[in-house]
């Protein structure tokens, strides 16, 4: 999945509107938003929303657990490039997943997400 554009939004909103996908205890840290798809991590996995369809009433959510993730590199932009990049490699998975956000997305705070719940185990 390639997610194009997408821009950051409020944590607390992910929280509410996907609220019966959250285990107990499950915090949304950090959101990017295109006009119909989502991805957001949260302190136990990173999800991928992709809504489907002319009406958007088929819905895919693809959870990956962090233990999943074998690597992932991120790019801000650039003077010339205006989207930052994530870039996430899934154990069993042929093709990366691929996020571009827009050049004012905190792409670092992603990789703080990231490298603490995936090299410090959450802490």
Known sequence: ?????ATEVKP?????????????GERVLIAFKTMRDLVFLTNHRLCTVNVQGLTGRKV??????????????????G???MDADLTVWVSGSDEPLEVKVAASANIVGVQQVLARHILAGGR
């Open 12 to 24: 607390e909103t992910v929280a509410r509107d996907y609220a019966p996908v959250l285990i107990e």
């Open 1 to 5: 999945m390639g997610l194009f554009n």
């Open 60 to 77: 895919e959510i693809e959870s990956i657990p962090y233990k999943s993730i074998t690597r992932w590199a991120i790019e801000r932009a």
């Open 79 to 81: 003077t010339f490039d």
